[in-house]
């Protein structure tokens, strides 16, 4: 396919989307696997739509403000690049060209307050726990609130969790197998802190000698992904900077943070730091990948069988393509059957900030999820991100049927010690 795109005026993230847009065939395999096409059923809101917008906006053949009600409705779930035969780099695409349009776009005063809100609040976990109990505060007044309101407060739990500060070291017990460093993730420390906790105990109970970095803060993907590159720069040279000692993995705990620290030599594309990025990269893994590489311990049997539907977390199976260490931890555990969830490979519509910005259709995609699950006869349902959890926990609530959420270490922390 010719394009017209002046990929030297837009340097380097020009060529990363004229790339991107050159390698579609527009064959129409993503269809099927995009969210938003199976829900709204307009070509425009699949990926093969989008490509086309965003090559006709690079062209200038399309004012911005024409697509962009089309892209602010992709999830950025990365389905169609499970789904494309072709190799589109959609994930590479999308963010690239929202970080491109987002300075040029108009939005209103509203819209922009809730944005700085959002950057300014979720990637400091100080400040989102005082917003949160704040939150909880004014749910009684969610009637009278505009929409764009109403959805951080329906997303929040009854109660906060206690939260304790993380060690700096936590030793391995018995022989050391390996010595990593983890990222501690931000909306997680305040909402489920026992993610961190379980991840811990049972990284030391295998081994592990694992370091929280001081110095670290938020991976940076919240700004990357809704058009916020100068901002994501800023935060991502700050854990490049905590990150620089020596480990054997850098491990993560959250499919999107795991996500955004992989995509930083995207983000330092034609940047001093750019060979810093790649080797940073080059360590990241998920905590289920690295477990299943390091070998378990034998795992105790559950006290009784439970039944377990495992959610695959969108930035974990489509953007990492981590699809099988989360099943072969999960069925290490004696006891556990293991089911797997009807249109597993579809985002529950969490995605970053979409169920706070886009809620009508996140919701949709919400409860489509939950009705799923339920569907599977499950006990419990199990997931890898803070925002597939926060997410699917608040739709089966919704259903009336809310079955109890954990993440994978949170269940191999029961079977390991009760």
């Known amino acids: 396919m010719q394009h017209k795109i002046d990929s030297e005026k837009l340097g380097p993230q020009g060529e990363i989307m004229a790339h991107a847009i050159e390698a579609c065939v527009h064959c129409g395999f993503c269809l099927p696997a995009c969210p938003t096409y199976q829900v709204l059923g307009e ?19 399309l004012a911005p403000e024409e697509a962009q009600p089309y892209l602010d409705k992709c999830l950025g779930c990365l389905g169609c690049v499970t789904a494309c035969p072709s190799g589109v780099p959609y994930g590479e695409l999308i963010g690239t060209y929202r970080g491109f349009s987002e300075p040029k776009r108009h939005r209103s005063p509203f819209q922009r307050l809730f944005r700085l809100a959002l950057q300014e609040t979720l990637p400091y976990p100080s400040r989102f726990r005082a917003a949160a109990r704040l939150g909880q505060f004014a749910k009684w007044m969610k009637p009278l609130l505009p929409a764009p309101l109403k959805a951080p407060l329906e997303l929040l739990p009854e109660r906060l969790p206690q939260s304790e500060p993380l060690p700096e070291v936590v030793p391995a017990e018995g022989p050391r197998r390996a010595r990593v460093a983890l990222l501690a993730g931000c909306a997680q420390q305040v909402l489920q802190p026992g993610f961190n906790r379980a991840t811990l105990r049972v990284l030391a109970h295998n081994g592990v000698e694992v370091v929280v970095p001081r110095g670290q803060g938020c991976c940076g993907a919240l700004a990357l992904h809704t058009g916020e590159r100068a901002r994501a720069l800023k935060l991502a040279r700050a854990n490049l900077q905590a990150f620089a000692g020596d480990f054997d993995a850098i491990l993560t ?9 992989k995509e930083y030599p995207l983000l330092f594309r034609g940047q001093p730091e750019e060979a810093q990025a790649k080797a940073l990269a080059a360590k990241v893994k998920d905590v289920s990948v690295f477990l299943v590489e390091l070998g378990l311990k034998e795992v105790p049997p559950l006290p009784k069988p439970l039944k ?40 529950c519509g969490s995605a970053g900030t979409y169920n706070l910005e886009q809620p009508a259709l996140a919701a949709t995609l919400g409860e489509r999820k939950a009705r799923h699950i339920l569907a599977t006869g499950a006990e419990l349902v199990v997931t890898g991100n803070i925002g ?27 079977a390991y010690f009760g």
Do not use: W
């Not at 070509?43 to 053949?61: C, N, Q, Y």
């Not at 959250?254 to 955004?260: D, E, P, R, V, Y």
């Open 253 to 261: 705990n959250a499919a999107g943070c795991g996500s955004g620290l």
């Open 43 to 61: 070509e425009m809101d699949s990926p093969r739509g989008r490509i086309f917008l965003m090559k006709e906006v690079l062209e200038g053949s």
């Open 308 to 347: 377990v539907a495992y959610h695959d977390a969108c930035h974990l199976a489509h953007a990492q393509g981590v699809r099988s260490e989360p099943r072969q931890l999960l069925k290490s555990i004696p006891g556990v059957a293991l089911l797997e969830i009807p249109e597993g490979e579809l985002c």
């Open 388 to 414: 597939c959890f926060t997410q699917i926990e608040t739709h089966l609530r919704r259903l009336g049927r809310p079955l109890p959420v954990l993440h994978t270490v949170e269940l191999l922390e029961r």
